[in-house]
């Protein structure tokens, strides 16, 4: 890896080196960018962010759905001292509430965005009473459509180690967003390290297909690859989404050696693969295949390289590590080409500061734990009990982290700060953990977050979308995630307080999935009545108790009870009445497993997920080009609504 000091050197020493980063669009669609074109981009991009009035120390938005848009704009904002806060653009009514969230915090943020997003921000901000606050930040937005002309260099500042480069707020929903505030030296510090483990060089391919608004997509495997001079490969998010295998059949192609995902994607990945066998895949080249950023199933793992053996995918290839955003990623990697290493411990015996029983994999209270690997240099970690007291070997504590790549806190955040970190300085991660044989196994959360596609939401922020809906105010319902030991995801599963008859719970629980599944886009798998809510001493819920007793199956007689309900309820089904209606149908049906769609039902109602909403907007996209945008669909969420909106744009087209 180079030595340099600040991201600003980084960039700077890269610009004479014949290296690119190439952007992968389309099935045969790519663009490569040259280092020293990157360079020249961003220099010209910051000479309008000075025009505009950007100043070192700025905070800046970057609010973009294009991969090259966004690195020529996060490296513009870093040669100017401008400190870029990425966010996901999304395209439910939840993101662009955190947008304004965030753009509260910052005071007086720039954005740089593009016309078509500053355009919904704004009709949002009128439905949602934002507009003072959007009025004051339009004369500080930045659009790519005004890029015409970028032959006049911005002027560089010289940053130091200890200035603030970016800050990452959390991936998933929040009320109250908490920003990761990272330097230069945290990230630097952070890249020594996993280059060293790892053995990044520039002879190594890289392929990510994770937006760079997540910590594993920006620096894990851009900022990561960069250092390293790694030939790398940028893949669009939603492009993966919409076409899973593409992903192997690009590393494929380029001869990729490094590749990543969390657990959802090696999922989604398979399922687009079905039971066809990998044909005409060859990833004999691949000797690193990262898998993080959310908690790690073995079995998932397992069913992927077989899978994919075929392909010639090594079966030591995989690679589960462990980091988070405030650790400018990596905490611990494994030694690479080392198999992986797996424990079998009696689930029951999994309290804090209590020695692990081993016990057969086969074993009925039996949970894998997969070996994340020893803490990098520059990184040292340590397993406590409640009273931040370090735990021996073999015992599960809660997981603290300390080191150079560490950050400082949380941006304008004292109240998060203090309940982050020790008294002697470490960061609490929120996990707990064990160490054996020197590795780090992570056995679960002493903090309430749920993974969902590899992002992190928080019970609270859900349950307080839903206060608002009769008789589930606050404290009246749980989310939580669940996943049994033979699923390799997490599901949304809600819990409501409720002692009357199935038949009245019924719209009380579709209305619950509904609103969560419009305002966040995520699809809740169930919501299940429970006649206790159960709470600590001091009033907090205990999802987990909750989680236990839904693994366990203490609610099985009630949720196939209601399964029978919403079955004998279904309308008799109607016959489209048009073509537009007719293919708009099996579109829907295709996207959802199957499962009969009315052309009244609301796709909300159906738990359609961002994901499920995305592979419907592409096969529409593909029969009526342009003709729906991809937000629209939560404006019209039934088959009748959107067929009248194709039918008049068709009208109007023709």
Known sequence: MLNVTTLTELIEANRAVAGALTYLEGERESRSVSFAQLYERALGILYHLQRLGAQPGDRMLLLLGRNEQFIDAFWAALLGGIIP????????????????????????????SDQRTVERLATFAEQSGQTERFAALRPRTFRVEQLEDISRAGKVHGARPEDVAFIQFSSGSTNQPKGVVLTHGNILANARGASEVA???????????????????????HLFMFANRVQAHLMSTDLFIRRPLLWLEFASRIRATILCSP??????????????????????????????????????????????????????????????????????????????????????RLGVGEPVVPVAPTAREAVRLISEGRPLPNCVLRITDEADRPLPEGQVGHLQIQGENVTRGYYRNPEANAAAFTADGWLRTGDLAL??????????????????????????????????????????????????????LEQLVLFVLYRGAAEEFLPIAGAAARRINEQ???????????????????????????????????????????????????????????????????????????????????LFDLGASSLKLIEIHEQIDREYPGKIDLPELFDFPTIVELAHQLQERLAAAA
């Not at 999304?90 to 509430?97: T, Y």
């Open 85 to 112: 806060v990425p966010l996901a653009a999304g395209i439910s009514a939840e993101h662009r509430h955190k947008f304004f969230r965030i753009a509260a915090q910052l005071d007086a943020p720039f954005l740089y």
């Open 199 to 221: 053995g990044f060089n520039p002879q190594d391919v890289s392929l990510s297909w994770m937006p760079l608004t997540h910590d594993m997509g920006l620096i894990g495997f």
């Open 263 to 348: 657990n959802f994607g090696y999922k989604h990945y398979l399922k687009g693969l079905g039971e066809r066998p990998p044909d005409g895949l060859d990833l004999s080249r691949v000797r690193l295949i990262f898998n993080g950023a959310e908690p790690i199933s073995a079995s998932l793992c397992e069913q992927f390289l077989t899978r994919l053996a075929p392909g010639r995918l090594a079966r030591n290839a995989m690679y589960p590590v462990y980091g988070l955003a405030e650790a400018s990623l990596a905490v611990s990697f494994p030694t690479p080409a080392a198999p992986m290493r797996t424990l079998a411990l009696n689930r029951h």
């Open 435 to 488: 160490i054996q044989g020197g590795e780090l196994y992570v056995s679960g959360r002493a903090k309430d977050i749920i993974f969902i596609n590899g992002q992190n939401y928080y019970p609270h922020d859900l349950e307080a979308i839903l206060e608002t809906l009769p008789g589930l105010e606050l404290g009246k319902v749980a989310a939580a995630g669940v996943r049994r030991d033979d699923e390799a």
């Open 520 to 602: 966040t886009g995520l699809e809740v798998a169930e919501v299940v009545p429970v006649n206790r809510m159960p709470k600590t001493t001091s009033g907090k819920v205990q999802r987990y108790a909750l989680v236990a007793s839904f693994v366990d199956g203490q609610f099985d007689e009630s949720r196939r009870a209601l399964a029978a309900l919403r079955s004998a309820q279904r309308a008799p089904e109607t016959a489209a009445r048009s073509e537009i209606e007719a293919v708009l149908t099996r579109i829907c049906e295709t996207a959802l497993g199957g499962r009969r769609v009315e052309l009244t039902d609301n």
